[in-house]
């Protein structure tokens, strides 16, 4: 099989596309040929060794594919054979072929592409339980929201644009936070009521969302972090809460004093170490998920298409902010 290897921590164009032996079929496990690889920023983080995680050398990067299942097992029922499944596998993804625990294989809805399948996963796991297990939002209650404001940083980019969906369903007034106007029309075209520019300052963004909030924003949902997290948490009105989602622009400092003032919260969502704890509950909340998209509540974006061979490329387009939404990569 093809697969894109990194040999060693370092610059993503380290990265190379190179023949493997096939992976070899466990008992309890399916061959798929992949159809679509999802991207997620956390990728590249890993490939150069910038993540808290650090994979033994060399693995193939990539954790969810969407594949038809092309061999199973002597003890997995054959009629797998030919469906189009998702697969959440750790590592190894980006490759035309994957080997994967046949109980885990997760059943694509027939209203979902094979690229938006092979890429909502992590945003929208990590949206959902931001909000439901975290917040304690009932997702069967939206209108207990509707007076609630929900700025969302980051809200072109997989995660944002996730939490802008997830929030829309959930019942909130969402104003989306991005720097170019493709990001801002996704969101925009997802549900948000305002898109705020941020390359207008983060000042600027703080005061317009306290404006448009009425005095201040009920929930901050912040992938992003640095200098716009830090100034944005004083946007959040009484009893506020600050969802810490991630650190694309660096770890915010926030100031105490900001937090005790207003009776604010702040609240950290760590959604891939609680999945490894618990993956029944992860199931459970996928199969929610699933059902919000099935039912038309949750749309995640159509993403944007690399070939295989240039993933390098697609990682490093993604972290310079290029790309609106998310990314595949395709067998080329
Ligand atoms: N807490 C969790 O459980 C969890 C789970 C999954 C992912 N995450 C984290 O969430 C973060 C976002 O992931 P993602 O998949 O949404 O990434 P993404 O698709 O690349 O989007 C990130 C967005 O952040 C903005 N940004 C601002 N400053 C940036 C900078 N210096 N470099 C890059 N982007 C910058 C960009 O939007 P603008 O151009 O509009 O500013 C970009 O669209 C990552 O840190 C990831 O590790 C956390």
Redesign the pocket.
Known sequence: MRAVLCSEFGPLEGLQVVELDDPKLRSGHVRLKVLASGV???DG?LAQGR?QIKPPLPFVPGMEVVGEVVEVATDVSASLVGSRVLANLGFGGYATQAVAHADRLIEIPDAMTTGQAASFL??Y??GW??FVNRLGVDPARPAANADKWLLV??????????AVDIGVALGYKVIA????AE?RELALARGALHALD?SSGDNEVKERAKELSGGGIDVLYD????S?GEVCLRALGEDGNYL???????IPKLPANQVLLRNRRVT???????AMRNPEANNAMLRDILSFIEGGRLSPVEPTAYPLSKAAVALAD????R?????VLLPD
């Open positions: 997620n920023y956390v983080l993540y992590q945003s796991l990590t339980f931001a940083l980051g809200a072109g980019g997989g995660v944002g644009l996730a936070a991005a720097s170019s990001k941020v992938p992003v972090g640095g716009l810490v989602i991630g650190f694309v622009g660096g950290g969502v760590d959604w891939g170490a609680w993604l972290e310079a902010r790309v609106a939404g998310k990314v």
